[in-house]
């Protein structure tokens, strides 16, 4: 069971938008820590996406964008496109456990 | 722009130990502050503990106290972990990343390309 909740799946046909939720609790998203996005194509190392929420690392384009409010974190992804499927990952700090990490248990995008 | 390259696919028997590098290359070692996650086969990713290299500080994941043991070369710019007692539920990759403080909270922006364990009698 994983500390940050997300849907198991979402899909989208190209063009589309879509969102993938990260609902976290008081001990961490709601307590104002910020949430990171990653990004992991079929077989690779996972990607970091958005960081602090809804900053862009350099290369990430800009149909990407994150927000934050309340005890939840979204990441938006418009125009999809065949290459965006994958599965996404949000992560944040939890004040009540030992670690520095605690991750959503993924979202997988399928582009239909 | 650090780089993280990790070993070669291990495969263990249950009960044995593991132990699994991380060298890194392209900027200042002392820099760093290591993690290791891991991902079961259809799984989710799992964070496992971070080392400090330049201060040898660790910090572990309950669920993996104990049994966990991550260390640093600062010689060698190479991080490692090193798993005990294995049984068959820590078949995973095994990744490595720098672990960064943004803001208020860190996160990952730089990984190694994972590491297969496998564990099976």
């Known amino acids: 069971q994983s500390v940050l909740t997300q849907a198991p799946s979402v899909s989208g046909a190209p063009g589309q938008r879509v969102t993938i939720s990260c609902t976290g609790s008081?001990?961490?998203?709601?307590?104002?820590?910020?949430v990171h996005w990653y990004q992991q194509l079929p077989g690779t190392a996972p990607k970091l996406l958005i960081y602090d929420n809804s900053n862009r690392p350099s290369g990430v384009p800009d149909r990407f964008s994150g927000s934050k409010s309340g005890t939840s974190a979204s990441l938006a992804i418009t125009g999809l496109q065949a290459e965006d499927e994958a599965d996404y990952y949000c992560q944040s700090y939890d004040s009540r456990l030992s670690g520095y990490v605690v991750f959503g248990g993924g979202t997988k995008l399928t582009v239909l | 722009q650090v780089q993280l390259v990790q070993s070669g696919a291990e495969v263990k028997k249950p009960g044995s130990s593991v132990k699994v590098s991380c060298k890194a290359s392209g900027g200042t070692f002392s820099n760093y502050i290591i993690t290791w996650v891991r991902q079961a086969p259809g799984q989710g990713l799992e964070w496992m503990g971070r080392i400090i290299p330049i201060l040898g500080i660790t910090n572990y994941a309950q669920k993996f106290q104990g049994r966990v043991t991550i260390t640093a070369d600062k010689s060698t710019s190479t991080a490692y972990m090193e798993l005990s007692s294995l049984r068959s539920e820590d078949t995973a990759v095994y990744y490595c990343?720098?672990?960064?403080?943004?803001?208020?909270?860190?996160?990952?922006?730089?990984w190694g390309q994972g590491t297969t364990v496998t564990v099976s009698s």
């Open positions: 990343a720098n672990l960064k403080l943004f803001t208020k909270t860190y996160a990952m922006d730089v």
């Open positions: 008081s001990s961490n998203i709601g307590a104002g820590y910020d």
